[in-house]
């Protein structure tokens, strides 16, 4: 680790901080692992979690990855036209600006595929519609643990449907629009996915959470499998698709998935340290300036309020990874314009001198950061704006 910092900082030397970095070098290691895991299955790189056009081009243009999936109509629509052929929105959109331009675009039109969950999201399609184009369409389903009669529920609320009968009937119901056509299917396993099952400690609840999910990944896969049975007895289907980072290689496992998302195990952020069943590289880190020295063993670095999304908590803040041995003060934490860091290390930096953190999360970063500065070794090979440095702030 301590190699680490000192190629960065030999890298960045001719930077001011703050900065962002991606590490290429880890980068593509974590690519070749998705890969690996994914078992000669395609992983679709879920953008949300990239958010730099150069990047999602350097991971497209590698062995075992097609397509991406977005997060906003809006973001699709930039993407296609930047020349990306297979771009799935993972969310269902009430864009009608959006939507009215996909219409009235042939390539947009082929390239993009909207997710639906609800009959009145076609309806809203259907009112913005300004040109002829057939609008592709995947349905999501709800693939959530649903314990002792449905009286305890684990994992995310996305889609309302979570019966293989009920996605059949909202199939047909695409089937029987005109200038819709059924593409697709989803189904996100986000309790067994996005949740690492290592807690450090606390071993009672790592084998708890260990436990939920190899029974969460049996369910999941008999009901996906069921799912695209029923789905297929309306129309054929171009793709199904499922997992994410924490769940790569068991999805794969499906006969019934043809495809794995992934994005977050590009950038290896924090919240993906505690898995027991991959380990991936840090890729992706920012650098904050020393600029106090208050006492011993604490110096303060400028700015670092950066806290990823989800249910607050600690383990949502940034931490100082190089020098190791820093830590958030539990007073302050992470800063609006200062962060406060102490340990024994503290000792050893002079103002001027930095500090690498990681983000909890992986694309959130670059909603900090206009560019992402790509290091290759010890120097800086390429500056990449990420989407905010384009002027693209789709959420």
């Known amino acids: 680790m301590s190699s680490d910092r000192a190629r960065y900082d030999r890298a960045t030397a001719h930077l001011d901080a703050p900065l962002a970095v991606v590490d290429t070098g880890a980068f593509d290691a974590n690519a070749a692992d998705l890969v690996r895991r994914a078992g000669g299955k395609p992983v679709r790189v879920a953008s949300k979690s990239v958010r730099c056009r150069a990047l999602l081009e350097r991971v497209l243009a590698r062995d075992g990855f097609a397509g991406v999936l ?89 889609s309302p449907v979570a019966d293989p009968g ?35 400690g606390r071993p009672l609840r790592s084998r708890a959470i260990r436990l939920m999910q190899s029974v969460a990944r049996e369910r999941v896969a008999a009901v996906r499998a069921e799912a695209v049975r029923a789905v297929r007895e309306v129309t054929e289907l171009e793709f199904v698709n499922g997992g994410g980072t924490g769940s790569v290689q068991h999805t794969a496992a499906e006969d019934a998935v043809t495809e794995i998302a992934a994005g977050s195990g590009l950038y290896a952020p924090r919240l993906f340290d505690d898995y027991s069943s991959f380990t991936a590289r840090p890729a992706a880190l920012f650098a904050l300036p020393v600029v106090r020295r208050p006492g011993v063993g604490v110096v303060t670095v ?79 090979v390429e500056t990449a704006p990420t989407y905010r440095g384009e002027g693209r702030t789709f959420l």
């Open 166 to 200: 009920e996605l059949a009937e909202l199939a047909r119901a695409v089937d029987r629009r005109p200038g819709f056509r059924l593409v697709g299917l989803m189904a996100y396993e986000a309790h067994v996915a996005g949740v690492a099952d290592t807690t450090a």
């Open 70 to 158: 977005a997060y906003t109509l809006a973001e699709a629509l930039w993407l296609a036209r930047s020349g990306i052929p297979d771009v799935l929105i993972a969310y269902p959109s009430t864009d009608r600006t959006g939507l009215a331009e996909l219409t009235a675009d042939p390539k947009l039109a082929a390239a993009i595929t909207v997710m639906v969950d609800d009959p009145t999201q076609l309806t809203i399609a259907e009112s913005a519609r300004t040109g002829s184009e057939e609008i592709r369409v995947c349905l999501e389903l709800d693939v959530s643990l649903r314990l002792l009669g449905g009286r305890v529920r684990i994992g995310a609320l996305r």
């Open 302 to 380: 400028l700015g670092g309020g950066y806290p990823a999304s989800g249910a607050a908590g600690r383990d949502r803040l940034p931490v100082p990874y190089l020098p190791a041995g820093l830590r958030l003060a539990n007073q302050e934490g992470a800063g609006e314009v200062q962060t406060p860091l102490l340990g024994h290390p503290a000792d050893d930096l002079l103002i001027g001198d930095r500090v690498w953190f990681r983000h909890a999360k992986a694309g959130e970063l670059c909603e900090r950061f206009a560019e992402l500065h790509l290091v290759e070794g010890d120097r800086v």
